[in-house]
């Protein structure tokens, strides 16, 4: 006999909010499931860091004391979330995926942290990264394991956050994307995940990998729920003076506006470059769904990328550096050989150069906002190739090429500081998840939002999931609750 608290792993952050909110589940319950979810699963998945499980069941009890008492403060109240380990929660170690710091002990919260305290919602665990949020994770550490298939890539550096989320141990979960961190992680993961403008979330009590670069976002299992989450940590922050002043605007009613009447930019020739058929397929009947929900599909040419992807590797380098300038060189043993090299990389580059780099920058920043101008959204993919296996990943240090191509579609709008939506669009052969990927312009996340849960009202990839099964590998299975 199955246990009805246990089958709500899978439901939507906001459908079981609601449970909450009417009191046919309490928080602490749902919690006590997650709990046990984790203790039979994450053995195997490698997922978190750590659990909080005695100051979550505080914060559960806390949740149902208040909605009790008519003291309701929104869709996350009760909810469990989890925090990626770059973000400090007060007095619980945040090592960042490294051994440096893996004594550091914060006497503060992360505004994100803080905020999703102030939403009501139960911190239940700090979840895995690669070193410092780069790109391969410290020898030391196991590396999260992809629920889907063990053989395949999680992405870097938020898939812990992604594994969790996927395999139902968290109803949504705090990351970070410099490069790609939270959209590689969606699209290996099969999980949805917004990268917001550069500005709108802020950043004070998160470890630095390149502050100018680093965009902290959220990763969920539906667009509504990655919103809700957005709508809770989103906002000026005067502890970050980099925040935008400008309005949050109200995600969850945008949700419900419908795609149509919406300009939604497609560069064919970017979009197929080198892109497998099998991700050009799924590009191809993600475009004809926001067709038929009555979304304009404009042709539009795209500013080359190659320079900007390839000026990303020293601009990150060089805040990586400053990042760990305080510990480096006196802990230098510490550090794994690819964060060792990064840092010692951006050591390395000029003045000169850098600045030339940053020119560089704001040009193309310049020139993605101005298209936004004739369109309000970009289709594209997250990246060009099926998710990829682990042999091939591990290949990456002697394959530029491959890099590259991996980093087309991500980077470029780290560069930009432009907000992105990743979101499952459909399966390879193999049985595995593939991502897409929309942009808007500054600060226009409520854009990304209406347009996504149009596509996710019609569509059912978001509701498939991996049914873990404990002795051999995992399948896929639809969402049926």
Avoid at 111 to 120: D, E, F, H, S
Avoid at 221 to 231: C, E, F, I, Y
Wanted: aromatic letters at 6%; glycine letters at 10%.
């Amino acid at each position: 006999m199955t246990d009805p608290i246990a089958d709500l792993a899978f439901l939507g952050l906001m459908d079981v909010g609601a449970l909450i909110r009417s009191r046919t589940v309490s928080s602490r319950a749902l919690l006590e499931a997650q709990l046990q979810r984790i203790a039979m699963l994450d053995g195997r998945l490698h997922s978190y860091v750590q659990v909080l499980d005695t100051a979550a069941r505080i914060q559960a009890e806390a949740a149902d004391e208040e909605i009790a008492a008519g003291r309701y403060r929104g869709p996350l109240h009760g909810v469990p979330v989890a925090i990626k380990d770059l973000c400090w929660i007060e007095g619980v170690p945040t090592a960042a995926g490294t051994t440096v710091y893996k004594n550091f002990v914060p006497a503060e919260d992360a505004t994100v942290v803080r905020r999703l305290r102030a939403a009501g919602a139960v911190l239940i665990g700090k979840t895995q990264l690669t070193e410092g949020a780069y790109s391969d994770h410290h020898p030391s550490v196991i590396p999260p394991c992809n629920p889907w298939n063990g053989d395949y890539w999680t992405g870097i550096s938020s898939s812990g956050s992604a594994v969790a989320t996927a395999a139902g141990l968290c109803f949504g979960a705090i990351a970070s994307d410099t490069g790609g961190s939270i959209r590689w992680p969606c699209a290996a993961n099969g999980t949805t995940g917004i990268k917001p403008t550069w500005g709108r979330v802020s950043r004070h009590g998160v470890f630095e990998l390149a502050a100018s670069l680093d965009h902290v976002g959220t990763i969920a299992r539906s667009v509504v729920d990655a919103g809700a989450m957005l709508a809770a940590i989103a906002g000026h922050d005067p502890r970050d003076p980099t925040t935008s002043n400008d309005p949050v605007p109200d995600y969850m009613a945008v949700t419900r506006i419908g795609a149509g009447g919406l300009r939604i930019g497609i560069d064919a020739q970017w979009n197929s470059r080198d892109v497998d058929p099998e991700t050009q397929a799924v590009l191809a009947a993600a475009a004809a769904v926001f067709a038929e929900l009555g979304a304009e599909l404009v042709p539009i040419a795209f500013p080359d990328v190659d320079q900007i992807v390839a000026d990303w590797v020293p601009n990150c380098a060089v805040e990586a550096a400053v990042a760990h300038e305080g510990t480096y060189a006196a802990h230098k043993e510490q550090y794994g050989s690819i964060l060792a090299s990064v840092i010692e990389a951006g050591q390395a580059v000029s003045g000169t150069a850098y600045q030339k780099i940053l020119l560089r920058r704001a040009a193309f920043r310049g020139r993605v906002e101005n298209l936004f101008r004739s369109i309000d959204l970009l289709l594209t993919p997250v990246q060009p190739f099926a998710p990829l296996m682990l042999a091939a990943v591990a290949t990456l240090g002697e394959r530029p090429d491959l890099v590259a191509a991996l980093q087309r579609y991500t980077c470029p709008f780290d560069m930009s500081g432009h907000p992105t939506l990743s979101f499952p669009a459909g399966f390879t052969g193999e049985g595995m998840p593939i991502g897409l990927q929309l942009v808007a312009g500054h600060l226009r996340e409520a854009m990304l939002l209406r347009a996504g849960a149009a596509f996710q009202n019609v569509t059912t990839w978001h509701n498939r999931h991996p049914a873990m099964i404990l002795e051999g590998g995992p399948m896929i299975a639809e969402m049926t609750i």
